[in-house]
């Protein structure tokens, strides 16, 4: 798959927790990318796609940025290099990996505990259904 944000671009993540003060204006029918002072939010209705998948024996989100933030995510990837980046979904950070190159393709995978997640996930950025509880 093109995306190696978290297979081979990045290393390592951190648990989920709560969306901070400062992000707390954000829709959560989105996905927020956020690191060391840069950041940037794309709404789920501009997405290009979204699609629930198993990886690597576990569950995940892929999402495929539109022209303008594949350009975004590319900068911010590029800055990125060696640092952790979040992404931020339904106001909670789902992942942390650690970015390991410049991700040009415009696609992010979000990891997932389970499909039945997964699938609510996807339903949620469509906006046919509510966001799912990111805390269990």
């Known amino acids: 798959?093109?995306?190696?944000?978290?297979?081979?671009?990045v290393a390592g993540t951190a648990g989920a927790t709560s969306l901070p003060?400062?992000?707390?204006?954000?829709?959560?029918?989105g996905?927020?990318?956020e690191g060391y002072g840069s950041?940037?939010?794309v709404p789920g209705q501009k997405l290009k796609d979204i699609r629930a998948y198993p990886i690597d024996g576990g569950h995940a989100?892929?999402?495929w940025l539109d022209e303008e933030?594949?350009?975004?995510?590319?900068?911010?990837?590029?800055?990125?290099?060696?640092?952790?980046?979040?992404?931020w979904v339904c106001r909670h950070m789902v992942t942390r990996p650690i970015v390991r190159a410049r991700i040009d393709s415009g696609?992010?995978?979000?990891p997932m505990p389970s499909a039945q997640?997964?699938?609510?996930?996807?339903?949620?950025?469509?906006?046919?259904?509510e966001c799912p509880d990111m805390t269990e």
């Open 1 to 9: 798959m093109a995306a190696a944000l978290v297979s081979s671009a």
């Open 21 to 29: 003060p400062m992000h707390q204006t954000v829709d959560p029918d």
């Open 31 to 33: 996905v927020f990318f």
């Open 39 to 41: 950041a940037f939010y």
């Open 61 to 63: 989100v892929v999402i």
């Open 69 to 87: 933030d594949t350009q975004r995510f590319a900068d911010l990837t590029g800055e990125m290099i060696g640092k952790p980046l979040a992404m």
């Open 107 to 110: 696609t992010a995978i979000i």
């Open 117 to 129: 997640r997964a699938q609510a996930l996807v339903a949620a950025f469509r906006g046919e259904a």
